[in-house]
């Protein structure tokens, strides 16, 4: 166990529509990064927030978008669905603002029909 | 663009090293590598990182080349356990902002 918690485990919903998936990290940590891993694409980095601040951005969609609240958990959420969109999505955390050690959490399955 | 280039799988006998290859020649001088690992779809667990430094810790070595354009992940002695995608990342800074970019992760598959 991580200690980095993601909800829900399982989603899956119908194209065209937005989902937010939430991600708490480890305590103490201050970054939140969230991955995306399709069949066809592998891992992708898509974004990473420091203590409420955007620190790094992947090829991150237009039509997704995240936020870390003052409280450090973070939400991921995806819009206009498309059946592309169907993946694994991981969350992860780190102390520092981005070379240190990232401890991943079980993921969300995305299932978009 | 910063792209990194793995195998995609090896085998290694078990008690025997694994030595993973991973090439990243477009990095520059202050960019770090990582490797994690993952275990079927659960999430990657981080093994070991490094700049310029060769650097070992409980899990395993890795060697970066002087040149810091390719690196070698050392699993010692590996075990069934070790069984897993191995993924080599780079943190790159590119159009204003940092990014980690993954390989495509080499398959090791540890025999007994």
């Known amino acids: 166990d991580s200690g980095v918690t993601q909800t829900p485990k399982h989603l899956i919903t119908a194209t065209g529509q937005r989902v937010t998936l939430r991600c708490s990290p480890r305590?103490?940590?201050?970054?939140v990064y969230w991955y995306q891993q399709s069949l066809d694409q592998g891992l992708q980095f898509l974004i990473q927030y420091y203590n409420g601040e955007e620190r790094a951005k992947g090829n991150i969609l237009e039509r997704f978008s995240a936020q870390q609240f003052p409280d450090l958990h973070s939400e991921l959420n995806l819009s206009s669905l498309e059946l592309g969109d169907s993946a694994l999505y991981f969350c992860?955390?780190?102390?520092?603002?981005?070379?240190?050690?990232?401890?991943f959490g079980p993921g969300t399955r995305l299932t978009v029909l | 663009d910063a792209k990194t280039t793995q195998p995609p799988s090896m085998d290694c006998a078990e008690g025997r090293a694994a030595n993973l290859p991973c090439n990243h020649s477009?990095?520059?001088?202050?960019?770090?590598v990582y490797w994690y690992r993952q275990i079927h779809s659960q999430g990657p667990q981080y093994i070991i990182h490094g700049l310029k430094n060769n650097e070992t810790n409980e899990m395993a070595s890795l060697i970066i080349t002087e040149d810091r354009k390719s690196s070698t992940l050392i699993l010692p002695h590996a075990t069934l356990r070790d069984t897993a995608v191995y993924y080599c990342i780079v943190r790159v800074w590119e159009s204003g902002t940092y990014k980690y970019i993954f390989g495509t992760g080499t398959r090791l598959k540890v025999l007994a």
């Open positions: 305590s103490g940590d201050l970054s």
């Open positions: 477009t990095i520059s001088g202050n960019e770090y």
């Open positions: 992860a955390s780190s102390d520092g603002a981005g070379d240190n050690e990232q401890f």
